[in-house]
């Protein structure tokens, strides 16, 4: 009987899987989340090890998996800890890179198959580019399978030595169902008169606010928006080692730009935008891309990683680093109603493309299945 029904090669006993995730990003936390709860519907057994506030927010137990609280370090207590949970497990899935070396760490010696997903690409300079490279290669080597979130991501695993090496299909998980009092159309004004954005165009970004994230470029393409009457209000969502470097260029150049924080209503926020913006230096299968597409909210975002695979012809594209050119598409799509409804048409279009969360548990499963049937355990 195929593992898709849930029985390991060794007396028709259900599969015993570990999870493994690190700090564990929005995108690769969620993704964890709904192979959990698919997987453990299909009478697999599932143990998901990960950090507290990862089991706080997530909520893996609540799905049907065990949660066993490890810390996302190499440290020697975390990696018994991580050791003793794989002892049980018919097959290892990290997520991450990071993930992956602890997993292949605690596996070491023994004949268990190890999946790494690769969610997103780590960002490194000068030394730390080659740890990096070691890092990724040793990841590589000791995954069975590396599933790559974007074909840039499977053609670096393979650069790197994998010796199987596939697109993932991972599906953005389903928006949480708004409450009766949540009307779209009531949310709509009251949001955007919170923000200070009523009467005037209102542009949304939402991440961490890192150098990679092109925040820099952004605030440079926002002072062309001043000249603009009414002149576009940008937000930005999120928190990160960049907040006061970004502050004092907002105040001290006086642009159209707000800092919220870390926010809980991104879902809300970003329906009562006009456009999106994704000014990243790279990117995978970026969550805000796919919620934007979802909720008909057109599209800017750099030509970067996955973003033209993920979007297609659904968004306004642009070079990284070239303020004058984010600009520009801004501009153009503010003043184009016409060529806004086409993109929001074409988003529900693409989006229709994107893999169910069905399809993407159907996709690990049969993964399992090729691997723990192939190579029966001693």
Known sequence: MSLASSH???????????QVL???????????????????ARGVRVTVCAPVEAERIYEFTGVGARHVPVPRSTEPTSLAALRVVCAE?????????????????????????????????????GPRAHVLRLLERRVARASSVVLG??????????????????????A?????????????????????????????????????LDRHRGYDVLLDASRAWRRLDPAPLVVIAGEGPLRTVLQRRIEDEEL?????????????????????????SWESRSVLAQEALHARVPLVATDVGGIRELVGEAAE??????????????????????????????GTQQAATWPTEDETVAQVLSVYDELTQARPYI
């Open 89 to 125: 497990a018919d097959l290892v899935h990290a997520h991450g890179l990071h993930a992956g070396l602890r997993a292949a760490l605690a596996l070491s010696g023994r004949r268990v198959p190890l999946v790494v997903t690769w969610h997103t690409r780590a960002h490194a300079e």
């Open 172 to 208: 953005l998980p389903a928006p949480r169902k708004p409450d009766d009092h949540d009307d779209p159309d009531r949310l709509r004004p009251k949001i955007r008169a919170e923000l200070g954005a009523t009467g005037r165009p209102f542009l949304m970004a939402v991440g961490a």
């Open 149 to 170: 979130t974007s074909s840039d991501l499977v053609d670096r695993a393979r650069r790197r030595g994998a010796r199987d090496a596939r697109l993932a299909a991972v």
């Open 8 to 18: 390991s090669p060794h007396g028709g006993s259900p599969l015993r899987t570990v």
């Open 317 to 346: 594209l642009v070079p990284y680093g070239d303020a004058d050119a984010l600009a520009d598409a801004v501009v153009r799509l503010l003043d184009d109603p016409v060529r806004r409804d086409l993109l929001k048409d074409r």
């Open 256 to 280: 159209p730009v707000r800092l919220v924080g870390r926010r809980e209503d991104v879902g809300e926020l970003l329906a009562a935008a006009d456009l999106a913006l994704l000014p990243s």
């Open 22 to 40: 690190g700090g564990g990003s929005a995108g690769s936390s969620a993704h964890v989340r709904t192979l959990a709860s698919g997987l453990v």
